[in-house]
């Protein structure tokens, strides 16, 4: 059987996951900028949160950031029109096995939680 991008691997449970919640709702983020290119200027949007635990959240995105690369999230609250600016590394990214309706690429994007 051939391995495609799409195909991963399947484990047995969560591997502590189970504190995961659905979040389904437009997140804003900006991308941060590299020291090593400081011309280059940030990059921001929204992307569609899917869920949420306390070490991180499932995103899905219309590009692939790099794994390693930091954005600010600006997590929504229970408090309606206020949310919370985290920064969160992107650990892992997937392109969707088909295109949007409007012919581009969309991607599942794990981020993890950056705590000082």
Known sequence: MEQTEWTWPITDGQNGHSERASLLRPVLY??????????RPASSG????????SGGML???DQSP????????????PILQTETPTLAE????RR????R???????FVGLKFMFS
Do not use: C
Request: proline share 8%.
């Open 46 to 53: 929204k992307v569609l949160s899917l869920n949420i635990s």
């Open 59 to 61: 995103v899905l995105m």
């Open 101 to 107: 309706p409007d012919g581009n690429e969309a991607y």
């Open 90 to 93: 992107v650990r892992w990214s």
């Open 30 to 39: 900006e991308m941060t900028t590299s020291v090593e290119i400081p011309a």
């Open 66 to 77: 790099k794994v390693g690369q930091v954005l600010k999230v600006h997590i929504p609250t």
């Open 96 to 99: 969707l096995p088909f295109d």
